[in-house]
């Protein structure tokens, strides 16, 4: 004990920092000096807490918490109750999720979210809401403040009243939605009406980090009307295209998780000319996607492709082109490794490996290929796929 207090706090403090949450946690239970030291708010700075059961935590567990100042967590339900116990214990908090909730969440629920002074993040994952995820009060309330919506796999009541109720957070840099199906037992998604998604965007001018998605599997290939109704103007028009006219300029992140073709591509790219992240599906149309990225999107830094029909060829290595890059994620759905003919390989298979050497080699090491999924964020991952910084 006298030893450990020979050396001053801020630099135990420092030395605490190389370990992770689990060594963290070890420490704590050697003395209790330590476990003040290894409570230190800045040791917890990005750290999320899962709170699963707000009713059974002690009052030691809350002081905990308080003292490292923690400013993310993820929750499941609460009622109002719990709700009390977070507003009195965490009122520091910046970021609240909701994961999983297991039952019908109605509007009231999140009235209490407008009770936190530093809010600025909000996650929705895996729920079922009878009402507006976001009605019109607290829309007003948060409309300043949020920075950062996420919200995937959400059955809502109506799609298009949220995405309008969204179009009021005028701050936000960062959205992610993932939309599901509507009501009860529908499993089709219905779009978002060409008009209503220009309108969030126009109004969105801060957006910085874009993230669409539409669960299930789009027909193939995609009519012109999946999106919007079609024009009796431009028959046959690209329908994506269609959509993406409205991308603000200030977005440098893009995940786009609906069905693409080489000819949305070229459109998009005039729209985000500082594109620095781009994360996308395979495209479904014939032609090689990796060889026409490095002419679109010169800027990318990172950049990751799901791969759900065929394995990547030859034309992955025109991705060392892209001078800036330095992380490419090369990921594959699970249905894709079950299928007959990668049976049996690991992914990435030989041949693939063998272009990921050669890519490497090409780009003289600055490209770092991963290969597996990471999660870090909760409020940015969701099932869909973890969502990058
Ligand atoms: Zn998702």
Known sequence: MEQIQLLPPEVWVYVLSYLNTEEKHTVRFCCKHLKNLVDHPSLWRDYTVVLSDLRRYTYGFWDTLNYRSLTRVTVRHLGRKEWRRLVKFLPSLSTIVFVDGGRQY???????????????????????????????????????????????????????????????????????????????????????????????????????????????????????????????????????????????????????????????????????PGLEHLDIEQNRSSGSLC?????????????????????????????????????????????????????????????????ISELQELSENRITVITTMRQRNPLRECDCVWEGD
């Open 106 to 272: 109605k509007e009231k629920y999140l009235d209490a979210l407008s009770r936190f002074p530093d809010l600025r993040g909000v996650g929705v994952r895996n729920a079922i809401w009878d009402e507006p995820v976001l009605g019109h009060n607290l829309a007003v309330q948060l409309g300043r403040r949020l920075t950062q919506l996420s919200v995937c796999n959400v059955r809502l009541p109506n799609t298009v009243q949220f995405v309008n109720s969204v179009s009021h957070l005028v701050n936000l840099r960062y959205l992610l939605f993932h939309q599901q199906g509507e009501g009860y037992g529908l499993d089709t998604v219905r779009p978002v009406p060409c008009s209503v998604f220009h309108n969030l965007l126009l109004n969105l001018t801060k957006l910085k980090h874009l993230s669409w998605g539409m669960k299930g599997e789009p027909p193939e290939p995609l009519p012109d009307d999946y999106f919007n109704p079609a024009d009796p103007d431009q028959p046959g028009g690209n329908s994506l295209t269609t959509y993406t006219t409205t991308i603000p300029p200030s977005v440098t992140r893009l995940t786009l998780r609906v069905a693409i073709t080489l000819k949305d591509m070229d459109s998009i790219a005039p729209k985000v």
């Open 291 to 355: 060889r026409r990225i490095p002419m679109l999107f010169p800027q990318l830094k990172t950049l990751r492709i799901r791969f759900f029909r065929r394995e990547p060829e030859k034309d992955l290595l025109s991705l060392h082109k892209l001078r800036h890059l330095v992380r490419l994620e090369l990921i594959v759905e699970r249905s894709f490794i079950l299928r007959d003919y990668l049976n049996g390989h690991p992914w990435p298979s030989p041949s693939v490996q063998e272009l």
